[in-house]
């Protein structure tokens, strides 16, 4: 948020504040209001200049914004802020500005500040990210109200909570639904489609080589092909699709598998391809199906780079479980594309697109009790890992789903291109 005009207030009137704040956690549906609103109070309380919102993501410290335009661009003492991510114990320097022996970052002589106050978003010892609040001038209370601000701190984080809960909530009941949908339709398309399927290919072998029928004909045996690609996916997507059959595999071969049909696609395009998966890493996983959201995501990572780039597929072990990260240097996609991309029918512009192909990978994703995590900026390309279960260990806890990179809310991770 900009610099504010501090105003000190006594204990009563924050106490006041604080329970206004509360009444609006429960009262209001729009998380960017009630963040906005515990900034603002968190800037009363302490008397600073600045305040600001990170949570915690895959790659460190992302500011909140409540708008939809991009990250804003934000300079705050980076160490504090991770400092207090990284312990979760609050942090409160003053008197920055003079004293010898004052620990001091070359951010805090940049920014000339006297204050720095940051304050741990927690929920269950979860840190999830850091109320961040400075100043040039000192704190008007040389001993900030800690109690008061942590108890705003908590609300924050009791909010964002409650956000990615009814989100995905809301997402979990309306795929339900969907499916459920899809399945009935399923059953009743498949039989004209075969007949449409065998009617016009018998037309074809009776037409002459030169009628003008017959590229009319493949036409129409290719819309039905298609049309038949939709209903497997809608199949799959419903739950109707036979139940996994996990075995131990290795993840670079069934990386070799999943390029080797797409070598051609990939040197027309002119992608480069970097492959860097260790031989040893195994993973508990149906190979047919994880052949599937391979080629799901490869395939977009190809979309993605209509002028060429890099292709990169990578391996790393963290701890007993597998990730595979597919990163490519494409377009990427602006924040609010890839909070939808595994929306069922959602597609941003892609020629063809059912809009089916990412809620198919995560549907995938979700039957191997494995994690999805998608990073991508505009410009600047899009990465998405993939955390596996080890061997043996398909029955163990769910791991995290993809959370935004730049907002409190649950998304996805992966656009439709």
Known sequence: MPEAKARPQNREDRLITLMEIARTITSSLDLGEVLARVLEGAVRFSGAQRGYLFLKEKGGLVPWTSGATGLPSVDVSQSVAEEVARTGLPVYRDQLGGGEGRSVTESIVRLR???VLCLPLAVRQDVIGVVYLDSRRQLPHHQPDLPLLEALAGLAAVAIQNSRLVEERLRAERTLAIGQMASAI???????????????????????????????????ISEVDRLAELTNDLLQFSKQAPPLELAEVRLAEVVARTLSPLHPRLAKAGVKVTVDVPPGARIAADPARLLRVLHNLVANAIEAMPGGGSLILSGRRIGDRWELTIRDTGRGMPEQTRRR????????GKAGGTGL?????????????AGIVVESAPGRGTAVTLSFPPPGGGNGPKPTMERPATGPGAGPRRPPR
């Open 357 to 369: 192909g990412m809620a198919i990978v995560m549907r995938i994703v979700e039957e191997h009790r």
């Open 341 to 348: 991309v595994f929306e069922p029918f959602f597609s941003s």
């Open 113 to 115: 500040l006297q204050a």
């Open 186 to 220: 399923v059953h009743d398309l498949r039989s004209p489609l075969a007949a449409i399927r065998g009617i016009a290919e018998l037309c074809q072998e009776r037409a002459a080589d030169g009628d003008a029928s017959r590229p009319h004909l493949a036409t129409i």
